[in-house]
């Protein structure tokens, strides 16, 4: 169990510097998070390392700032609690969470995505799938995006098994926020997540990485629905790959653009797997954790 010391520093970290810095998160593994909090107070800080809506702040408000949040009442998850999503570990200092639905583990969760301008035919596949899957007890997680990741939510919502999103944003400032309505929905119903605190505004790109890198680690594979060649939806996949996550694909018509990406992760990769419903889906996922 983590102490509260420990806890409160996490926390402290999480709010202050953007995620995906392994220099950081060697420095909480070697000395902890609490020690990495009073080391760090005593030197200056690399701008480049923190959120970019706090770099304009001097060095003691930041610092009184991250103490203050680490004491505020929203759910935040950290490493060595029972709720906390065991593939997060070493991704996510903390992650910023808001729904009653439990945090998606690698045993009982899969990630849909793809194309967020995606065909007639993707979106209608990526809602069959959603939402058998859901009725079989996987907790389906998407980014919340527009095409498909919003189509998969969309089909679990109507199971009694809710959906998990992971933003790259604030929960506070919901992304797309054209998905405002069903992220609510969500908030109230299944869960939210994010590796960035309430106030993170920006979507940069780097943050959208690290976003689908987490939701590559948060489950036990990754369904790929429509890609175009040399979209960035397809690291999603390769994330999956890296971690030695089972990595599957909907092949798509060969007619279509949409389709290409996922062909040609097929083409290249003999890991990956392609198919055509969710019983397919769950035969890959059993035959990998046995």
């Not at 200092?93 to 439990?102: D, E, K, S």
């Not at 994010?194 to 990485?209: C, F, H, I, K, Q």
Request: glycine share 10%.
């Amino acid at each position: 169990m983590t102490s509260s010391h420990d806890r409160s520093a996490l926390i402290q970290l999480g709010w202050l510097f953007e995620p995906g810095n392994p220099a950081l998160a060697s420095l909480v593994t070697d000395i902890g998070a609490a020690q990495a909090v009073s080391s760090l107070q005593k030197q200056p800080l690399a701008r480049t390392t923190i959120r970019p809506e706090l770099r304009a702040h001097d060095e003691e408000w930041l610092w009184q700032r991250a103490h203050h949040e680490a004491a505020t009442d929203h759910r935040i998850l950290v490493p060595g609690e029972p709720d906390w999503p065991a593939g997060a570990t070493g991704i996510a200092l903390c992650l910023w969470a808001q729904g009653p639905a439990p945090a998606p583990q690698p045993t009982t969760a899969i990630t849909i995505a793809g194309s967020r301008a995606c065909t007639a035919y993707g979106a209608n596949q990526a809602t069959d799938l959603a939402r058998g899957l859901s009725e079989h007890g996987l907790t389906v997680t998407t980014d919340g995006g527009y095409g498909i990741a919003v189509a998969a939510l969309r089909g679990a919502l109507t199971t009694g098994h809710p959906p998990v999103a992971v933003l790259p944003s604030g929960l506070d400032q919901l992304h797309p926020a054209g998905h405002r309505g069903l992220l609510t929905t969500l908030a109230t119903d299944g869960l939210l997540l994010s590796a960035y605190p309430p106030g993170a505004a920006v979507v940069t790109r780097n943050r959208l990485a690290h976003t689908r890198h987490l939701l590559a680690a948060l489950t036990g594979g990754t369904l790929l629905v429509e890609a175009a060649p040399r979209s960035s939806v397809l690291d999603s996949a390769r994330h999956a790959l890296d971690l030695g996550r089972p990595t599957l694909v909907v092949p798509g018509p060969v007619t279509s653009i949409h389709a290409a990406g996922c062909l040609d992760l097929l083409r290249s990769d003999p890991r990956v797997r392609p198919v055509g419903d969710a019983t397919d889906v769950l035969i890959d996922l059993e035959t990998h954790q046995h």
